[in-house]
């Protein structure tokens, strides 16, 4: 329960640091595009916000936050840089864990566009925005919402021009996609502007229909993204791998192909897409001949880029050939890449031999690995420090790959030393960030002094830069600590650190968001604490409304923690009730039909089962087979394990033949995935058959 903590650490480590970078950059973008001398109020505020807050003044941070969403306020909409300033802003409250507010940030500046056309760029991405925050909190029906704005716009736009154009509109604004609620800027990538746009609208909005098991919906989107052309073909295809449908997503791809004749690249980058969907898929014989038909499309062409672009497709082939079984052309390919790189004196040579070498140790040959680097480095003793690192850590591997550990670590302190040597020192490392990394080492082997380090560490943390760590610290500690049997010990961080979050989420929501989920489960893994774990449920409950308002599907994880609490303690009717409210909630984010509600389904479902209802468990599983069917791909492995399921809870009602039919569909999807896992179903049908009684012999019969 406790193991991803750590990971969590990392990623939570420095994020408004990369997020300070990200804006800084796209502040400075749409500055350069409007040719402004001077920064602007809400620049010089968001500015502000970054840099009080990497100096430990959180007060003035949060300060200068609301200052910008004021000034924010009062800018013109037409401005060319009013699209990123929304964008700054909302994200300056995501990145506090106040994802209700950065909503609200981004609905009133789409209220305030009103008066610009429907197809202006900047409604579209604050519609695109909208469509991503609700989506990133599970809401699928608003995001769905908003998506179907944005297409029924681009539909009614008139043109390219028109519709991506207007009064102080850059040319690099008028092409906006989202990754998850971000939204990102830059030229078309493609010949029709407006037709780049819908396409990749068309592909969200698919996206979501499979997800809301809309099937009809979904297939009517597909339709206009096929009359759309070449111009959604990426869309298109990407649309279809989601959906397992590959050959189609191939058709696609070999279209690009023929449309590409007498331009050598293009019709190698299509291929080259090609080819990584059939890796992705595990087809590797696949994936080998189209790559090699990529590689002989570039050999047509005297460019200088295609022969590079050959070169590193090459290597690929030979991951490839090697995946395939075809270890023998891996190897003869691997040769001529190092033969011809050598001839040409290729700077790149050492990064070719490197990629040999890991190949050689994949392929259990890591003496001949070892043998090969230290040949080049002992005849290349005048190396750049970091290739001279990079083969060392080849060095490394092959030596762990042959069973030498402690040679594998002297090589990777070499590597480490001579990568130091080309890098700025690092920056001394916060202090708090210190304390609970020597707290958490401790913790297992001296759980005194871990406690003394981590009280240290939160009377620290208010006036330090790193001061949200103790968030993601902490709890592991106290986790540690209780399983040591000091619980009283890890009681007290807990509330000192309850006290601490507090006090800071007039500024950051997101610390105190961490701490509540984590001493719920806490409490519910000690004994003597269960009978508090119910309140401490319904305050994460009511902290994750306040982050993220009232129609979020975060709400799903309270309602499942009750659920698990509730039958863990023999409570199963208040685990029903608790499984029927998140039936109801995942019905009103993203309706009836489903991936969120068919998971719900399952859950009540299992309740019943546990309680001896099994005639409501099949009803319900039976609902669930239905609800896959629309809201998973075809061949989703999902949609076997929903007839399994129902198929061994039929089997306890005798009723074997329709059993067996479920798990035969169940073989029939496994069949069709990549690769086949009809063998898991096969196992499944076996035991039921074992389950049927042999048939009794009539009367008269011996």
């Known amino acids: 329960m406790w193991h ?24 400075c973008s749409f500055t350069a595009l409007a040719q402004t001398q001077q920064q602007t109020p809400i620049d010089t505020a968001i500015q502000a916000f970054w840099n009080a807050r990497e100096h430990g003044r959180f007060n003035e941070a949060a300060a200068k936050r609301e200052e910008a969403r004021g000034l924010l306020a009062q800018m013109p909409v037409e401005a060319p840089q009013f699209s990123g300033w929304v964008q700054s802003v909302t994200q300056l409250y995501q990145g506090g864990g106040m994802y209700a507010r950065a909503r609200d940030v981004a609905e009133a500046a789409l209220a305030r566009t009103g008066r610009l056309p429907d197809a202006h760029p900047t409604r579209i991405l604050l519609l695109n925005m909208l469509a991503g925050f609700w989506q990133e909190d599970r809401n699928l029906l608003k995001s769905a919402a908003y998506l179907e704005k944005v297409v029924s716009v681009l539909e009614a736009a008139p043109s390219v021009s028109s519709a991506a154009s207007g009064p102080g ?125 990529a590689i002989a499309t570039l050999d047509t062409s005297p460019s200088p880029d295609s022969r590079a672009q050959s070169m590193g497709m090459r290597q690929s082939l030979a991951g490839m050939l090697s995946q395939a079984g075809q270890t023998g052309q891996a190897d003869q390919l691997y040769r001529q890449l190092l033969a011809e790189s050598q001839s040409r004196q290729d700077p790149n040579y050492a990064q070719v031999l490197t990629n040999y070498a890991n190949y050689l140790d994949t392929t259990k040959r890591s003496d001949q690995a070892a043998s090969l680097l230290s040949d080049y480095m002992d005849s290349h003793p005048q190396l750049e420090p970091w290739q001279e690192s990079n083969l060392l850590y080849a060095r490394a591997a092959a030596a762990r790959a042959s069973g030498d550990s402690d040679a594998a670590a002297v090589y990777e302190r070499a590597a480490t030393d001579k990568r130091r040597a080309t890098t700025a020192p690092p920056p001394e490392q916060p ?10 080492a401790a913790a297992s082997v001296n759980p005194e002094e871990a406690f003394n380090l981590t009280l240290e560490a939160l009377e620290a943390a208010p006036r330090a830069t790193d001061r949200d760590q103790v968030a993601w610290h902490v709890p592991n500690i106290a986790a540690n600590l209780a399983a040591r049997k000091a619980p009283a010990k890890a009681e007290q961080l807990y509330q000192h650190l309850f006290g601490t979050a507090q006090s800071w989420s007039a500024e950051n929501l997101q610390p105190i968001l961490n701490v509540a989920q984590y001493y719920a489960r806490f409490l519910m893994n000690q004994k003597d604490r269960q009978s508090d774990a119910p309140e401490a449920i319904d305050r994460y409950r009511k902290l994750l409304m306040t982050a993220h308002g009232a129609a979020t599907g975060h709400l799903q994880d309270p309602l499942e923690m009750t659920i698990d609490f509730e039958r863990s303690h023999g409570s199963p009717k208040e685990a029903l009730l608790a499984a029927q409210d998140l039936l109801a909630l995942e019905e009103s984010l993203s309706g009836a039909t489903s991936e969120p509600y068919l998971h719900a389904v399952q859950t009540l479902a299992s309740l019943y089962e546990t309680g001896g209802d099994n005639q409501r468990a099949i009803h319900l599983l039976r609902q669930a087979v239905v609800i896959g069917d629309l809201a998973l791909p075809f061949n989703d492995a999902r949609r076997g394990n929903t007839r399994t399921h129902l198929a061994f809870a039929l089997t306890r009602e005798k009723q074997f033949d329709e059993a067996e039919r479920l798990v035969n569909e169940a073989i029939a999807i496994g069949k069709q995935m990549h690769p086949s896992q009809a063998d898991q179903f096969v196992r499944q049908l076996e035991e039921i058959r074992k389950m049927r009684p042999a048939p009794t012999a009539k009367a008269g019969q011996p």
Do not use: H
């Not at 202090?431 to 958490?440: C, D, H």
């Open 4 to 27: 991803n903590l750590r990971s969590n650490f990392w990623i939570a480590d420095g994020v408004y640091r990369n997020m300070r970078r990200a804006f800084l950059c796209l502040l």
């Open 169 to 293: 509109i850059p040319t690099a604004t008028r092409f906006a996609f989202m990754s998850g609620p971000n939204v990102w800027f830059g030229n078309s990538p493609s010949r029709g502007g407006t037709y780049s746009r819908l396409g990749s609208a068309y592909q969200r909005l698919a996206t979501l229909y499979q997800q809301l098991g809309r099937p009809d919906a979904l297939a009517a989107v597909l339709a206009k993204m096929k009359n759309l052309g070449s111009d959604s073909d990426f869309a298109l295809a990407s649309l279809y791998e989601s959906q397992g449908r590959l050959d189609d997503a191939a058709a696609v791809y070999q279209r690009q192909v023929s449309q590409a004749a007498g331009d050598p690249q293009q019709a190698a980058g299509s291929l080259q897409n090609l080819a990584y969907m059939y890796q992705r898929e595990q087809r590797y014989n696949d994936a080998v001949a189209v790559l090699q038909q």
């Open 431 to 440: 202090r708090v960030t210190t304390l609970l990394e020597k707290a958490l």
